[in-house]
C-alpha cells in the first residue's frame, strides 16, 4: 500500500462526509486483491443525493490531481462505482446497499478509522 492510496481514501470519504454521505465505511483489501488498495462505500437517501456525493468526490480527488479511471452509472442510477486504480468507491442507496452486500463480500479486508488515514 502507498502513500498515494491513502491520500485518495481520506480525500474521497472528506468529500462524501460534506455531502452527508451515511455509514461511510473504508475497507482495506490490500492484503487479499490486487484490484485496489481500499474500498469506500457509502449510502446516500436520494438519486440528487448521491449525485452530489458523486460530483463532490470526483470533484476533490481531480484538484488533487486524481483522475477517474472509469465512472459508472448515471443521474437515475441508485449504484455508482467510481474506479481510481488505488481506491474504487462505491456510492449506494440504502435499498442496494442492502442487496449488494459489498460489505460481506470483502469481510477479509480491514476496516480502516478515517483517522488512522
Known sequence: MN??????????YQALSEKKAEDIRIIDISEISVIADYFIIASGS?????????????????????HAKQIEGNQRSSWILMDYSDIIVHIFSKEDRLFYDLERIWRDGKDIDPEEL
Open 3 to 12: 502513500k498515494q492510496s491513502k491520500e485518495m481514501a481520506k480525500l474521497a
Open 46 to 66: 436520494n438519486a440528487n443525493q448521491l449525485q452530489a456525493m458523486q460530483d463532490s468526490v470526483d470533484e476533490q480527488l481531480y484538484k488533487a490531481g486524481y
